[in-house]
């Protein structure tokens, strides 16, 4: 049986001639479907599980689990569930969510007493064919119960021969008051990886952004995608986040890390800089919003057998 390192060699040889042969193909060969469930929206590619769309887990609504193209989780299951080979630290890492750290003061980003909920009022809408799409509107409230602001979030799941992606667009809006999202490294569009492919696993993962930068070095900064892959089961994968040029505060900045996070933030500058005089914080006014926008691509290979800068290209041409 070859080794893992045997694997990586014949993966590297095999895989350009395999993704062009792939190119001469249908691009969209999958059927998605959206159904309804228990736990909120299941999402289908040609009948078999890609995620769950779970309107409330902890505090938030989540994404998981999240299958990629070699059919392997590719977000970690805790605390969903207690795998024996994943680390059990920061419970509020919930395989994929969308939360911030500092809405008017209160923070959204950990769980537990005294901190604010993302509770789900209804789907807008679940859609089945070529790509499928979730929409769903949703209050952020206060420990107190009172609503701080909404926001209606819309994603769009497709899949091709080599690769799967998610689609996420969301737009915070203020009530009859404003709402502040204040400077903190702790937000906001995040994923947990699962643990093969973190930085400081055994099997050791790689990051790298658009800029060229690598692993800690990414930390921090501002940049079109990172993309974060290793090995699972001799397979290289991996997730890119690409972020859109229309989306708020375009580029994002990072808050990635080599335990697992992956997280875009767009608020974080004074903690990011470490600039005192720097301030990330922005006020929507009443009756106003933003919108961010990203795609999450699930891949064969690195980033560049995955083509991510050129899938970063075709993504920023996509209209609103």
């Not at 998605?32 to 999402?43: C, D, H, K, M």
């Not at 089945?128 to 209606?152: M, Y």
């Not at 986040?241 to 708020?248: A, D, G, Q, V």
Request: hydrophobic share 35%; with cysteine; charged share 20%.
């Amino acid at each position: 049986m070859p080794r893992c390192q045997d694997w990586s060699l014949i993966t590297s040889l095999i895989m350009p001639l395999f993704t062009v042969l792939i190119s001469l193909v249908k691009q969209s060969l999958a059927e998605v479907t959206v159904e309804q469930s228990p736990l909120g929206a299941v999402v289908k590619i040609d009948g078999q599980l890609f995620t769950e769309y779970i309107i409330q887990s902890g505090n938030k609504p989540i994404l998981w689990p999240i299958i990629g193209p070699t059919g392997k989780p590719m977000t970690r299951a805790f605390p969903m569930e207690n795998q024996t080979d994943e680390k059990k630290d920061h419970p509020h890492q919930r395989s994929m969510w969308f939360t911030h750290g500092a809405v008017n003061g209160i923070d959204f980003w950990t769980e537990g007493a005294g901190r604010g909920s993302i509770k789900h009022r209804d789907f807008v809408k679940l859609q089945s064919g070529k790509t499928g799409l979730i929409v769903t509107r949703n209050d952020w409230l206060a420990p107190d119960g009172k609503c701080q602001c909404e926001d209606q979030r819309t994603l769009i799941f497709g899949a091709d021969a080599v690769s799967r992606w998610i689609d996420f667009c969301i737009t915070i809006q203020a009530l009859d008051k404003p709402v502040t999202l204040g400077d903190t490294k702790e937000g906001t569009f995040g994923l947990r990886v699962v643990e093969p492919l973190a930085v400081e696993s055994h099997q050791g993962g790689r990051i790298i952004n658009s800029n060229g930068q690598l692993n800690n070095d990414t930390w921090g900064k501002a940049a079109s995608w990172v993309d974060y892959h290793g090995s699972i089961d001799c397979q290289t994968v991996g997730i890119a986040i690409l972020n859109h040029p229309s989306s708020f505060h375009y580029p994002t900045f990072w808050h990635v890390r080599g335990y697992g996070l992956f997280a875009a933030n767009p608020f974080g500058l004074r903690e990011f800089s470490g600039d005192s005089q720097k301030d990330g914080t922005h006020s929507i006014q009443s009756g106003k919003s933003i919108t961010l926008r990203y795609r999450v691509l699930f891949h064969l290979g690195d980033e560049k057998v995955g083509k991510i800068a050129q899938a970063f290209s075709n993504y920023s041409k996509q209209e609103e």
